[in-house]
């Protein structure tokens, strides 16, 4: 049992802390980017906006780029074109990002972060059975193929075309790029999920040796006292 408030304290930081690291993450939904002009865009319309290839688009701190172009469009642009859900562009009611035939993500100005998750679709019937994650972190790069409804988005009449992957094990990375398995293939995602990096074992050895000196420290005093 504790008996030095300061030690109390101090551990009860690093729990919070240790669950804040984990739990904390943050949802980049992409709303109302269609039709809106954005730094660096190469065309806006009534209800898309459009970047050219390698061109970044910044959103909520993060950039989002494609070798071919890249467009936020949604559900004002599949109700103009293609008849909403029923249509064979991706439709979920909102905004979202497609890139032809990739996306690459990294923070502005670098910085590792924790992917957790997003929602994905083939744009429009270009034959995408699946999408290839790459991930660059501190051990390298790491590929994840991740499969894609074997239906046409004009099958899926529910009200949302997209597949949501939860992903685990993405911590501390700096960037990510999804890649289509078939070089025409158009790109859709929404709902992305990062948060903040989780801390190395080096830092956590900082917040025990910290408890130590505090410990020290606390016992000291209550000598002095005695």
Not at 105 to 116: D, E, R, T, Y
């Amino acid at each position: 049992m504790l008996k030095y408030p300061a030690t109390k304290q101090f551990l009860a930081f690093i729990l919070i802390a240790g669950v804040g690291f984990s739990a904390r993450a943050t949802t980049i939904t992409f709303d109302g980017l269609a039709g809106t002009a954005m730094a660096g865009n190469s065309v806006v319309g009534a209800t898309f906006t459009g970047f050219a290839p390698n061109t970044p688009a910044t959103v909520d701190g993060f950039q989002f780029k494609s070798s071919g172009r890249e467009l936020f469009l949604g559900a004002a642009y599949t109700a103009v074109c293609c008849n909403s859900d029923l249509g064979t562009l991706a439709y979920n009611g909102t905004d979202y990002l497609i890139g032809l035939p990739d996306i690459s993500v990294n923070k502005v100005g670098g910085g590792a972060f924790s992917l957790k998750g997003f929602d994905l679709a083939e744009w429009d019937n270009t034959f995408t059975a699946s999408i290839s994650l790459t991930t660059v972190g501190p051990a390298g790069n790491t590929t994840q193929t991740l499969p894609l409804s074997a239906f046409s988005n004009n099958f899926i009449t529910v009200g949302n075309d997209f597949k949501h992957f939860s992903l685990t094990g993405y911590d501390n990375i700096v960037s990510f790029t999804l890649t289509g398995n078939v070089s025409w293939a158009f790109i859709a995602l929404d709902n992305l999920q990062v948060a903040a990096p989780v801390p190395e074992p080096e830092t956590y050895a900082m917040m025990l040796a910290g408890l130590g000196l505090l410990s020290f420290v606390a016992r000291r005093r209550k000598q002095k006292t005695v």
